[in-house]
């Protein structure tokens, strides 16, 4: 089973910039990625990015590509999310997710708000 603590959600002005980090603990493995999912309010959960275990492979969503950065420090066991350029769009809860398989994670920390006002 694996753990998942984020941190780093907040109040910020469109335009501006915040990063959150996913720290993991538990037993993860090598063949797995962290995906990081928003729930806007009154909507569904959407997958936001993802990167494999290794730190490599990085993918976006459309509607962040090129504004969000995904990373991963191992030494850490921690995963970021770099948000830039944020509009109010953004503002919803932000979750990590881990998975070994292909598919929604199979663990999910308890998510931190972001919230961008104009």
């Known amino acids: 089973q694996v753990q998942l603590v984020e941190s780093g959600g907040g109040l910020v002005q469109t335009g501006g910039s915040l990063t959150l980090s996913c720290e993991a603990s538990?037993?993860?493995?090598?063949?797995?990625?962290v995906d990081w999912y928003r729930q806007p309010p009154g909507k569904e959960r959407e997958f936001v990015a993802t990167i494999n275990w290794t730190g490599r492979n990085p993918f976006y969503a459309t509607s962040v590509r090129g504004r969000f950065t995904i990373s991963k420090d191992s030494a850490k066991n921690t995963v970021y999310l770099q948000m830039n350029s944020l509009k109010p769009e953004d503002t919803a809860v932000y979750y990590c997710?881990?998975?070994?398989?292909?598919?929604?994670?199979?663990?999910w920390g308890q998510g931190t708000q972001v919230t961008v006002y104009s």
């Open positions: 538990g037993r993860t493995i090598t063949n797995s990625a």
């Open positions: 997710g881990y998975k070994t398989v292909v598919g929604p994670p199979q663990s």
